[in-house]
């Protein structure tokens, strides 16, 4: 019982993979992991594009609503690589709280 807590708790608080790896199912932790990132990454970039047409804004001297049409057009990434974290998350919180392992 204690083992399935702190696998849960590595999936659920910490990133999702953790708890796989730590049940000894390398490969699915190592492609949840992967797949984590790639969704972090994504939403880093598509976010601080996002800043960056801020600080142009700022800089060029645009309207409120240019920015927001700018800043807006980026919004459908974020949507899909929030929701693609999202159910890597719930995945892994699942699969590490009822996966049967060795450990």
């Known amino acids: 019982m204690a083992n ?20 000894g199912s390398r490969v699915k932790g190592g492609v949840m ?14 976010g601080l594009r996002s800043a960056g047409k801020l600080i142009a804004a700022g800089r060029q001297g645009l309207t409120p609503e240019q920015v927001l049409g700018a800043i807006q057009m980026d919004a459908p990434y974020v949507k899909w690589l929030l929701g693609g974290f999202m159910i890597v998350w719930a995945y892994g919180v699942v699969d590490a709280a009822f996966f049967k392992g060795d450990n």
């Open 33 to 46: 992991l992967l797949l984590d990132n790639i969704f972090l990454l994504g939403g880093l970039f598509v």
């Open 4 to 23: 399935r807590i702190k696998c849960i708790a590595l999936s659920a608080l910490v990133l999702p993979g953790l708890g796989q790896l730590y049940r």
